[in-house]
């Protein structure tokens, strides 16, 4: 009877801990969420040198509760998970683990640059807000469409690259060191600043020759964002489910919609 | 007989101030506009020093014949209206007393300082501006496409908030303090800079390995600006309209294919 | 037999300067074309203080020739030109004039600034390039598109104006004159620079507020962007000509292809 | 038999150097695009002065063997080819020459100003990687829709070109040669970095009309993007097959529309 109820018990955590089906598993997933949120945002205001200084005791504080919240959460799922193993080395399983890590690390730390490192582990956090995006409907159309599209994106982005080489060399050679032009890498970089209509302004081409080259550059960056565009607008328009499977009975025709009752080439129930 | 006069005149004017479909309700609202017009360029170029000092007298005799003609409009539309306390605790009920309220105010106020402070509250005139744009139908029609696709677009803004917080980090710990990344939420500024393509130069990564990832961000901010267009192409192009008129005999569906040649809901010929 | 011969000549000629259907035709718009590039290049290149110095009688010479062509043409155009004064007063007519007249009044203008102001005239040849561009099919697709468009981008560049004297507003509130937002209309020119993804870093928020707002509006600048490209795409995706006007003796079926010999529902000879 | 056998190793070859059907073609044709990336590296990073001086050796020592295996490669397909001559003198005959020759000149060649001009053709071997791309049904879809919209891209740059030079002269005028518009070029340079919405910022307007010019510019640059966009958009919708595989058994016309009964060429029953 008692072990019946701890079997229940644990179906009943697992669907809530687990699984986003149920009201309590989302309530679950949203404080979740939340608190990463939490999380990130200390871990964002404690690099700015005044906050660090001012409420030093308050981050540290806020500090170990959410490892605490993080640890007892991690403990939790070990537990109530079928195959532990299975779970501790899955993507989502190792995130969770670095994301409690790092503050019990940092206990053992003393120089500042290794907490620095250190913290970029513990922002791992972030990728459990994106398993949650996983659940709503439009992110995965979107994801869906992206994915559709990865290859022709994989070979314009390709392409990008080839040309912002031989941008990058042509601009080294036009231009020169003496105009900021330092090197080929460094010309390629202002490159891509210039195709992808960024522009800082770090480095701009001084001589006529070099402007004009560029003007040649930003035109031509300002054509192929259409391509991009392109891929994913053709991509999303697709219809997504085929219109039914249904086939008449009587003359085969088999692109009936969705509300369609007869056949509306020979009128014949369907 | 008089009482019927003024609830005649009454009924006019309601008709006048609050609805546009009548032709004296359709210039009523062109006045309203370029008055509202007149009034937001009298406060945008009031912050121009040289205009304030010079054309002093105009401004402050142009800014009180417009709270003059604001405040006549809002007592008249609370005497016409049926239900004035629900007009008036209605959205733009508080604009239009918003709208009057600071030139009042700003009689017992003495700092500039406060001032300023007022004038951003006798800017939201300018939403009544939006409110016109409703009766336009290509207004409509685009309001209605970004609405269909608010839940992607979301969807996207979160995915991107995301993205420039890991970037930033990133960055940060790339580029350090030494080099303009002074913080990290500086350092998501950074990285939203970036990957919107508007890049100002104020920071940029000046680490070879700071210029490579911020590169990888220019290409990625490049091809993710696909995404938001292709979500609102993709609306827009769904067609609004019936394809044609045709309705059934039998049973008056009238959703037919062009190519229909029997009702798809009885199976009557068509 | 004289007389006729004037008039066929004075025919022949109104179709080589008026008309590009014939092969003379289009032969004289492609070399008034060059010239036009020609005379348009010379204004740019003498605006180089270099160039203008080293290069002043071959400027002095080009120009003069051009001019000559140019008013050479006009006065053609008058003699042949059915009703000349219509020709004269249309804007082709009035921009051939502008093209001529400021080398005549050049001379008698002393003050290199007001040689200047009469450029600006001189330039207007370039849209004599534009009425060529007409004839191209891909050229009246494209303005086709753009017309059909032209109410939702006018609603959308409305929207764009109050939103930028929104922005404007309230970052001149929040960074102040002190940071380099000196008054509203400059603030509002930053909200343009910023939203539209230019940003050339001239003025650039520097309090932590400013920044977050700035993010916001690169992000909304971002994400806005798809708006008119959806207008736009919506417009050239839809098919421009109805396939055809065809109608089967037989069944009535009125949507064959171009190319369709049979109608296609019930096999009857177009 | 000998003769046999050196013929059948020849096919062989041409397999693997000129095709990329076969597995081994393949092989090849990855293993030659890494050499050509590496090959790329080095000059870029020769480019780098730090590297330049400290791995001069490791440097000098890569590039000698790089060249090898493209002479090999190079004498390789010349005695394969049928047709050396044809091949020597075809495009990628020529690049697999220029490819080839600079590091043989440079032996010869002393300053380093003549070694930059020479690695600007080693360079040419990028395009090989061009060659490759040819091969994945991606890219062919790319071009195919870039080349499909090449006349209305053309009107468009030919459009934004008139554009920029207009623009350019109005903000030559406006702000003049002490605001940093120094000549028509540079003005137009300046209208190219905007309308595209690159904003290096190196040059920007100062005077409140430039400001104003520059904000219509802007805001027309943000809303022309959505041209180039729509026509590769509309380009990559259209439906790339025939709709289905039917072919008239009369006729052999195999273009049918999935919902057609008759063969619309001749009448037959499909």
Same mark, same amino acid.
């Given at each position: ?31 979740? !969420? *939340? $608190? =990463?949120? #939490?999380?990130?945002? &200390?871990? %964002? ?6 906050? /660090? ?61 290794? !907490? *620095? $490192? =250190?913290? #970029?582990?513990?922002? &791992?956090? %972030? ?6 995006? /996983? ?136």
């Amino acid at each position: 009877m008692s072990g019946m109820n701890i079997k229940k018990l644990r179906d009943r955590l697992y669907e809530i801990i687990f699984e986003a089906d149920t009201r309590t598993g989302k309530i679950f997933d949203v404080i979740l !969420l *939340i $608190i =990463i949120f #939490i999380s990130v945002l &200390l871990v %964002v205001l404690e690099s700015v040198p005044g906050i /660090r200084k001012n409420h030093h005791d308050f981050l540290v504080i806020s500090e170990w509760i959410i490892t605490g919240i993080f640890t007892a959460e991690y403990i939790l799922r070990i537990l109530i998970v079928k195959k532990p193993a299975k779970y501790i080395f899955s993507f989502y399983g190792i995130i969770d683990f670095l994301a409690v890590i790092p503050s019990y690390v940092g206990l053992m730390v003393v120089t500042y640059q290794s !907490l *620095i $490192i =250190i913290r #970029i582990f513990r922002f &791992l956090r %972030v990728f459990r807000i994106l398993k949650l995006t /996983r659940y709503t409907v439009a992110g995965r159309s979107l994801v869906r469409a992206l994915w559709a599209s990865r290859e022709k994106i994989s070979v314009f982005i390709f392409f990008v690259i080839i040309l912002v080489i031989i941008i990058g060399t042509l601009m080294y050679l036009v231009e020169g060191e003496e105009n900021g032009f330092k090197s080929i890498p460094l010309s390629i970089y202002w490159a891509i600043v210039t195709l992808t209509t960024v522009g800082y302004g770090d480095i701009s081409p001084a001589t006529p020759i070099g402007q004009l080259l560029a003007s040649f550059v930003m035109i031509i960056g300002y054509a192929i964002i259409a391509v991009p565009t392109g891929i994913v607008t053709a991509e999303m328009i697709k219809p997504s489910t085929p219109a039914n499977t249904q086939v008449c009975h009587n003359c085969l025709y088999d692109n009936h919609d969705d509300d369609a009752l007869y056949c509306k080439k020979c009128g014949t129930r369907l």
